[in-house]
């Protein structure tokens, strides 16, 4: 792994060093507890005197606003805590699922507020308007927005903060506070060589007005921002005391597991539950909007009891779909149906008449599922006066409204506590909690809902398919003189917009999810027309890990490829020459294709394949070098990443994300695909739904782009790309053409 970064060298931060201390310190040989510390504490004089006792409150303590019983935190604001011991806790109101969030919020707010990071911690936050991300105006975990939504306000918070001890140590010294400056978790007077800990300012600064504006670090005094940093959350993981959902325990708590419609949108009609109540440990049969709920003691009796329900199923109208009269149903209406404009420059017939020589290609990306390591789980406690539940959420005020609307409550009677979560992608937005509020409403004890993985993938808010009809003209020089994209695929915010959001999509509204990456192509071209036809298949469908750039990047990048090859132009420089008006796709492309050596001879039988795309803010570029073997298999040897950003907050955080958002796609080139037979989902567990294995790691380099551009995101833009550098790299080993994922050995072979 390697990485360049311009702000720093990688590793750990160095505390800035302890003011000296010249006079002389008296300390008494027994021990002392803290508050007769306090109490014995001179600091006004900058020096420490500590004697047997007093019967009385010095004038340091005094002007301090060290109080009789000083309280035991300053919580200022929602998001920092600070302890009479001068401990930091950072309030993190992002749900942590694997990107980091509780290591680089914290490093903002300690770097803002002038702590030692060896003093900083965090907890989850509640739900609460407070926790809102800019970005979406609500407490959502997603889009990569975390830093790019917070770190202002994070930097303001923390500001705002210091300052105020600062003014409550200048108050007490009778200095002006510009005299005065906050460093490692003190205030400091240079003049007089006075020092006070953070926290023996507690009582005095909660007196303090907090400025409305308050002055913020210039980013050449950052300490930790823009260097890497270790995960805080690290340790928990490691030793197994963090708790994710699927682990939370309570008092009295009972076990449920739902049988599930084999059927998408199927429902019971029969259910015959002798046998199940009659295994030892079952304590309820409930039959549910989603299925037949068996309720027990424990999972095993839970899941016991599931095996003897005796179901028959109203199978609805999905019944007899597949996934082959889903594909047919596309192609009718990419030929027939009216689309919604998503974006138009120029005139694509003008460009047609223009044009020396057309290219035509159809592409296609199936369903996928989240597929996160941890199944999708919650517990609920459902009392006569309110509500708790416990569950890795990534919209935490989206749960507490959902339970409140289903239990008749106010927001305010729903206590929801977030876990880590394993895994998210983009499916833990809540829908799993209600299963277990109506569970526990019904037996009157707390339940843990847990799906098997089978519920999981069969029953997932699934990453859309898409099938995309496209087409481009090229003049005599090789210059794109039009470029025509129609994209036939569900919406995203039609599956989900009702359930979760409260509002439901359009049917002639544009759903940019579903053209992003396409409607803002990069490349200049004169003539220029996209839109999309919304589908109605009936699989319910959701945000996977880069949304729609996940399969627009696919189709775009590849078909690029071939214009390219059809102007005669080499993929990478062609790239190049269409992107003068967009900087930093280019400097990414730049380089990701000089680390990789473009350009430079590979080994008979591999091939080299570059895409660059934009998402969530960041650009990222790829390079892949991959063999294909005469059985058609396909080995991605090495992949070379860089990604502009924007000011990096840890470029360790950005290196796994990219690491990890590169492995999500590469196993979606190389495996991914949700079948659909007879109305439900073919793939059952990870023996038909793979995984990439570690012995078919490629070896990942990451290079940061020097940036100080506004943040971008790190958690999805990594995926992208790499499925049209993968596909375009085996076009340059072997001469064929990749349109439809995931990649099959048989169209290789020979």
Known sequence: MNFDYPFGSAGSVEAEEEPQNTQNTQTRKEEIDRRSFLKATILASGALFVTSGFPMRSRAEDKLGIAENPAAEFRPNAFIKIALDGKVTITVGQAEMGQGVLTSLPMIVADELEVDWKNVSYEHAPPGKEYNNPAFGAQITGGSASIKGLFDPLRKSAAGVREMLVAAAAQAWGVPAGECRARNGEVFHPTSRRTVKYGMLLDAAAKITPPAEPKLKDPKDFRYIGKSVKRLDSPE?????????????????????????????????????????????????????????????????????????????????????????????????????????????????????????TIEAVYFTPYLAHATMEPMNATADVRADGAEVWSGIQAQQVVQGMVAKELGLTPEKVKVNNTLLGGGFGRRLGDYVIDAVRLSKLSGKPVKVVWTREDDMDHDYFRPSAYNVMSAGIDAAGKPVFWQHRLVTPSIMASLGPGLFGFAQPPDRLDDSATEGAHNLPYDTENLFVDWVRTEHGVPVGFWRSVGSSHTAFSTECFLDEVAHAAGKDPYEYRMSLLAKHPRHAGALKLAAEKAGWGKGLAKGMGRGIAVHESFGSYVAEVAEVSVDKDGHVKVHRVVIACDCGQVVNPDTVVAQMEGGMVYGLTAVLYGEINIENGGVKQRNFYDYKMLRMNEMPKVEVYIVPSTEKHGGVGEPGTPPIAPAVVNAIFAATGKRIRSLPVRPEELRG
């Open 237 to 357: 993981k490691v030793n197994g005391t963090g708790v994710f959902g699927i682990d939370v325990k309570v008092p009295g708590l009972l076990t449920a597991t739902i049988a599930r419609s084999p059927v998408i949108g199927g429902k019971v009609a029969t259910v015959d539950d002798t046998a199940a109540k009659a295994v030892k440990g079952v304590r309820g049969v409930y039959k549910l909007d989603s299925g037949v709920a068996v309720v027990a003691d424990n999972y095993w009796a839970a899941t016991k009891g599931r095996k003897a329900l005796k179901i028959t199923w109203d199978e609805g109208k999905m019944a007899g779909v597949t996934s082959a009269s889903l594909l047919a149903s596309d192609v009718a209406a990419a030929k027939s149906a009216k689309g919604i404009e998503a974006k138009k420059t120029g005139d694509v017939a003008a460009g047609k008449a223009k044009a020396a020589k």
